[in-house]
Structure formats: structure tokens, C-alpha cells
């Protein structure tokens, strides 16, 4: 069956410093991947997408998420942090043959000053 | 700008209570979804409308149901909300590609006394 796990429910990191947060899939073919990010009370915005071609990909905000097959990952990125990023993340996976998600639970980042 | 709206952001109803919320979509999408979401938890896909065709998930309980008059309205009817049933609930819309990705709605805050 399909899945996505996001390994970290929570991590924090200090303002400017790189950040990495991690998603898992279980897919049989190539996979839609998404990342979302939630605002505290606000609906989800997307951050970026994969769904072929370039292998690294570039997202609003400054994040870029690489698609890895090898290892089933497509790991969210961002090289330098901002106060403002502190919020909720979701990995989604478009599940197949289907315009439905499957979404990880979710990583809540928390930016130290 | 286009847009997905949810009328209202935030509503309260009593135990019981039958429970109308409502998304609207400018963008002329296919595809209309109702997720519940409860406090950090991933969203959780109640059911969707492909143009006219409802398509309702196994688990989502049948005091959960929904309109979808035309294009660009859907409405979530909650016949006997209860406890339980206080949640975010999320409308978003996509064009219906197995690639495209989905657009949210702020979300409707829903309270039950």
C-alpha cells in the first residue's frame, strides 16, 4: 500500500542555519510528491512539486526538495532559516491512478533566535 | 485574484445542531475535496466531486455529506455534529490531473458546544 512518512514530528533549528526536513514514500512507479506548508490556522500552500525531469527541485520561499528513488525520499531543504518559517509541514504523495493525496503527519519546525 | 474561499472561517454550533459549511472556487476547477483536519494531525480526505460525480471515502462517516450544485460551489453538511466533530475543515480544488497539484481554501474552524 501506499504511504509517506514524515520522520520528525517536531525539529528545531537556529535562525540562519540550514535546514533538511524528511519525507518518506512507499510508491510502486514514479511519484507525484508535493510539499505543503500550513500556517497556524490557515489552509495549505504549496511549496513545490516532482513529478519528472530534474531530480532537484526549486520551490517558493527559498526551499528546494531533491527526489531521490534510491532511497524513496524527497527531502525538504532550505539553507539558510527565517523566523518566519517556523510552521507546519506535509509531504504528499499523489496516490495512483487517482487526483487524491496521501499526506504524511506532518513536521511542526520551531526557529530559535 | 483566483482563489479557493470558505465561508465561514470560523463557526460554532451546539451538540446536535445540523452544521452547513461552504467553499467557493473561482478557478474553474474539475475537481472539488472536504478534508477534516484536527489539531496536528494531517488533513484527512472526507470526500471529493470530480465535476458532478461524488466520491466518498470508506471511513468518512454518513453524518458527513455533500452538495455540489455547480462548478464552483460545494457545501459540507454535517446533520448531527457532535464532540468529535470539532475540527478545521479544508476545501481544495484541482484541475484533476494525476500531476496537478491541489489549492486550499483558508479552512472553516468549526466548534461544537
Known amino acids: 500500500a501506499q504511504s509517506v512518512t514524515q520522520p520528525d514530528i517536531h525539529i528545531t533549528v537556529s535562525e540562519g542555519a540550514s535546514l533538511e526536513l524528511r519525507c518518506n514514500y512507499s510508491?510502486?512507479?514514479?511519484?507525484?510528491l508535493f510539499w505543503y506548508v500550513q500556517s497556524p490556522g490557515q489552509g495549505l500552500q504549496l511549496l513545490l512539486k516532482?513529478?519528472?525531469?530534474?531530480?532537484l527541485v526549486q520551490g517558493i520561499k527559498g526551499f528546494e526538495a531533491e527526489f531521490k528513488r534510491s532511497q524513496s525520499s524527497f527531502n525538504l531543504r532550505k539553507p539558510s532559516v527565517h523566523w518566519s518559517d517556523a510552521t507546519e509541514y506535509f509531504c504528499a504523495v499523489g496516490a495512483s491512478g487517482t487526483y487524491k493525496y496521501i499526506f504524511g503527519t506532518g513536521t511542526r519546525l520551531k526557529v530559535l533566535a | 485574484d483566483a482563489m479557493v474561499i470558505q465561508n465561514p472561517r470560523y463557526q460554532v454550533t451546539q451538540f446536535g445542531k445540523p452544521v452547513t459549511l461552504s467553499c467557493s472556487q473561482t478557478?474553474?476547477?474539475?475537481?472539488m475535496y472536504w478534508y477534516q483536519q484536527k489539531s496536528s494531525q494531517a488533513p484527512k480526505l472526507l470526500f471529493h466531486?470530480?465535476?458532478?460525480?461524488?466520491?466518498n471515502e470508506a471511513d468518512t462517516p454518513d453524518n458527513f455529506q455533500s452538495r455540489r450544485p455547480n462548478t464552483s460551489f460545494c457545501f459540507l453538511d454535517i446533520r448531527s455534529p457532535g464532540l468529535g466533530d470539532a475540527a478545521m475543515y479544508l476545501c481544495?480544488?484541482?484541475?484533476?490531473?494525476?500531476?496537478?497539484?491541489?489549492?486550499f481554501g483558508p479552512g472553516t474552524r468549526l466548534t461544537v458546544l
Open positions: 466531486y470530480y465535476d458532478k460525480d461524488f466520491n
Open positions: 510508491y510502486g512507479a514514479t511519484p507525484y
Open positions: 516532482y513529478f519528472s525531469g530534474d531530480t
Open positions: 478557478l474553474n476547477h474539475n475537481v
Open positions: 481544495a480544488t484541482s484541475r484533476g490531473g494525476l500531476a496537478d497539484e491541489q489549492f
